[in-house]
């Protein structure tokens, strides 16, 4: 069965600074990997996701997040981190089985808050 | 705004009762998904439906159920209620139900079962 998991239950960062958020992944082939943010109050909202080619994938709101097989990570990347960037960030996994549909299996979430 | 309706936004109610929680997606999205969300299982995927056909299934409790209808809103009813059913229950929708299309997320009914 596939899986993701988040490590960091928190991530703090100042304004300004570069904010990563990690993920890994478990699953047997190629992986289908998605981001997404949670805002207070709010649903989930898309971010990016990696199907296949280049192993660094450009999202919405200046998120890229880097595809690493070796490790079996993709960590979700942001250059400078805004406040506005303080969210709950959920790393997802398609379940590849015919059967499954279009069934996402989402990591635990990691809360980011960005500081002024 | 996603363009996925959810309501109510929140419901209170007592343990064996019965509720009704209704979607409706972005205009034109043919695929409905429903996910619950609690502290203790996190995001966890209960059915999809598409164009009125159940089209995968996840965790659901016997004791859950949903449809789909021909106006393309969905409803999940939740019976028998107990207390570890309070949760945050999602509905999603995607265009065509196809694999690895992005999903649009309401902004989800909180329900608290006392």
């Known amino acids: 069965a596939q899986s993701v998991a988040q490590p960091e239950d928190q991530v703090n960062v100042a304004e300004g600074n570069p904010l990563t958020v990690k993920c890994t992944y478990s699953?047997?082939?190629?992986?289908?990997l998605f981001w997404y943010v949670q805002y207070p109050n709010r649903g989930l909202q898309f971010l990016l996701k990696?199907?296949?080619?280049?192993?660094l994938v450009k999202g919405s709101y200046g998120f890229e997040a880097e595809f690493n097989k070796s490790q079996t990570s993709f960590h979700l990347k942001k250059p400078s981190a805004l406040v506005s960037d303080s969210a709950l960030y959920f790393c997802?996994?398609?379940?590849?089985?015919?059967?499954?549909?279009?069934?996402?299996?989402f990591g635990g979430g990691t809360r980011v808050l960005v500081k002024p | 705004d996603s363009g996925v309706t959810q309501t109510p936004k929140h419901l209170i109610t007592a343990t064996g009762q019965r509720v009704t929680l209704r979607c409706s997606p972005r205009?034109?999205?043919?695929?409905v998904y429903w996910y619950q969300q609690s502290l203790d299982q996190g995001l966890q995927f209960l059915i999809q439906?598409?164009?009125?056909?159940?089209?995968a299934k996840g965790n659901i409790l016997e004791r859950f159920s949903a449809q789909q209808f021909p106006d393309l809103h969905s409803e999940l009813n939740l019976s028998s209620l107990e207390l570890g059913d309070s949760a945050l229950y999602f509905c999603?929708?995607?265009?065509?139900?196809?694999?690895?299309?992005?999903?649009?997320f309401g902004s989800g009914t909180q329900l608290s079962v006392l």
């Open positions: 997802a996994v398609r379940d590849k089985r015919r059967a499954a549909g279009n069934k996402l299996t």
């Open positions: 439906y598409y164009n009125g056909e159940e089209r």
């Open positions: 699953v047997s082939g190629n992986p289908y």
């Open positions: 999603a929708s995607s265009g065509s139900g196809l694999t690895n299309e992005k999903l649009f």
């Open positions: 205009s034109g999205d043919l695929s």
């Open positions: 990696y199907i296949t080619g280049d192993n």
